[in-house]
């Protein structure tokens, strides 16, 4: 939902996948939405509308920093990533389901890239 997030997500899938148009599907703070909540009917009605309709290849949860709906962590943010990403591939299994962090300079971090780094880092960190 927020303003600030979709302009940079919305360049980077554009750059970084060949599509000319994004569906935008927004909750505040989607990824907590869709890690936590139980019903998540009407977001997984737009993702249908989008896929069956549109012909959308990808879906993309995306979190940010600073997110007022979901006043949550860094570390937290990229598991409510996971888990909804989790979620949304049985449901969608063609399309790519792919999660993304915005960070506190508004730069896209695909979560799965982020979290490889974390762990390496902390590998290395333990004796």
């Not at 869709?34 to 737009?46: C, F, G, H, T, Y």
């Not at 730069?107 to 490889?116: A, F, G, M, T, Y």
């Amino acid at each position: 939902m927020d303003g600030r997030v979709q302009l940079p997500a919305l360049e980077w899938i554009k750059t970084n996948y060949p599509v000319d148009f994004v569906d935008v599907i927004t909750e505040t703070g989607m990824d907590g939405v869709l890690a936590k909540q139980e019903d998540i009917s009407e977001v997984l009605r737009s993702i249908k509308v989008s896929v069956t309709l549109n012909k959308s290849t990808r879906l993309f949860v995306v979190g940010h920093y600073d997110c007022r709906g979901n006043p949550v962590d860094e570390n937290r943010h990229l598991e409510e990533i996971i888990i909804s990403v989790k979620r949304l591939k049985p449901l969608w299994p063609a399309q790519e389901v792919i999660g993304l962090w915005v960070n506190d300079q508004w730069q896209i971090e695909p979560v799965d890239l982020k979290l490889r780094n974390q762990i390496w880092a902390k590998t290395i960190m333990q004796p």
